[in-house]
Nanobody
Framework: VQLQASGGGLVQAGGSLRLSCAAS????????MGWFRQAPGKEREFVAA????????YYADSVKGRFTISRDNSKNTVYLQMNSLNPEDTALYYCAASTIATMSPGAYRYWGQGTLVTVSS
């Protein structure tokens, strides 16, 4: 499975962005999907995850209430809607696919290339 993340960019604090993660070479509905991010000089951290059918979602405390993960299996795509962005959200955002429900990056088998989100103050 190849994952292609897109939708990053430069936004002012308080603004919104929607990231997309499109899959090819496989069926996305077979996987739990997650979003992770990595800021400069920091470790990669969990942001959000969604079950294979979208019935369950999980969020890091830092984004709960501001970010929403969703998926459209008919389009083989997962989304991350990000609202009320602040400079601490600046990072390279990655989508990833896992066969198990987990927040651990090591358990995700497939990764996209990352899309950069920059939030200015």
């Amino acid at each position: 499975v190849q994952l292609q993340a897109s939708g990053g960019g430069l936004v002012q604090a308080g603004g919104s962005l929607r990231l997309s993660c499109a899959a090819s070479g496989g069926t996305l509905s077979s996987y739990r999907m997650g979003w992770f991010r990595q800021a400069p000089g920091k470790e990669r951290e969990f942001v959000a995850a969604i079950s294979w059918n979208g019935g369950y979602t999980y969020y890091a405390d830092s984004v709960k209430g501001r970010f929403t993960i969703s998926r459209d299996n008919s389009k083989n795509t997962v989304y991350l809607q990000m609202n009320s962005l602040n400079p601490e959200d600046t990072a390279l955002y990655y989508c990833a696919a896992s066969t198990i429900a987990t927040m651990s990056p090591g358990a995700y088998r497939y990764w996209g290339q990352g899309t950069l989100v920059t939030v200015s103050s």
